[in-house]
């Protein structure tokens, strides 16, 4: 995937994934620094972060024509 393309596609995702795809792409934080910021876990992180990657994918595919 190309990196500029999906930080434009960023702003499709649902609030939830925006945020923490935001945090950990654009802002560049750690799983740790994401768990303190939220008060989630950071296996919760872990798994919002992938389950965001696959919708970013998704998407991704959409708008190329995959």
Do not use: C, W
């Amino acid at each position: 995937m190309d990196g500029k393309a999906v930080l434009l596609l960023i702003p499709s995702l649902p609030e939830t994934y925006r945020k923490i795809m935001r945090m950990r792409f654009v802002q560049d934080l750690s799983l740790k620094e994401m768990s303190l910021i939220t008060g989630q876990t950071k296996n919760t992180m872990a798994v919002q972060v992938h389950r965001g990657l696959e919708k970013l994918k998704i998407l991704y595919e959409s708008k190329a024509g995959l």
